[in-house]
């Protein structure tokens, strides 16, 4: 399993940043430039990946300013899971960690793992720039 991650603190209530990430609405804010075609609803997504492959994601699980996790909606050359945990840091200050977690081969690995890393610190990033 090749694991990755990315952490930001917010400046932000944890049932803000988790009413954020739990709502597939919001992550198209969260999204590179290369994604086109975005359409959402609270639990899933589609969308396309400028000259890669159309992807369809859905939230499979959620506790409430916990954890919210996300795989795939339909059939994907690799398992894959991207799970949010929010954690109250207290004094108004919640920190966010995303987690990509796929099951590559070494050729997947040597392709994917640039864009996946890529990936999460551009959300977490993004969500600090959204949400403060």
Do not use: C
């Not at 207290?90 to 990936?119: C, F, Q, R, W, Y």
Request: a neutral charge.
């Amino acid at each position: 399993m090749t694991v990755f991650e990315s952490r930001q603190t917010i400046k932000r209530p944890v049932a803000d940043v988790y009413s954020f990430i739990s709502d597939f609405n919001n992550h198209r804010q969260l999204m590179p430039e290369n994604i086109s075609g975005w359409s959402s609803s609270k639990d899933e997504a589609r969308f396309s990946i400028q000259n890669m492959a159309n992807l369809a994601l859905k939230i499979s699980n959620r506790i409430e300013n916990q954890t919210v996790v996300i795989v795939p909606g339909q059939q994907v050359p690799f398992q894959v899971e991207m799970r949010w945990v929010v954690t109250d840091l207290g004094d108004g200050h919640t920190e966010a960690i995303l987690t990509v977690s796929a099951e590559l081969n070494m050729m997947m690995k040597m392709m994917a793992s640039g864009p996946l890393k890529k990936l999460t610190e551009h959300q977490t990033s993004q969500l600090k720039t959204i949400l403060g």
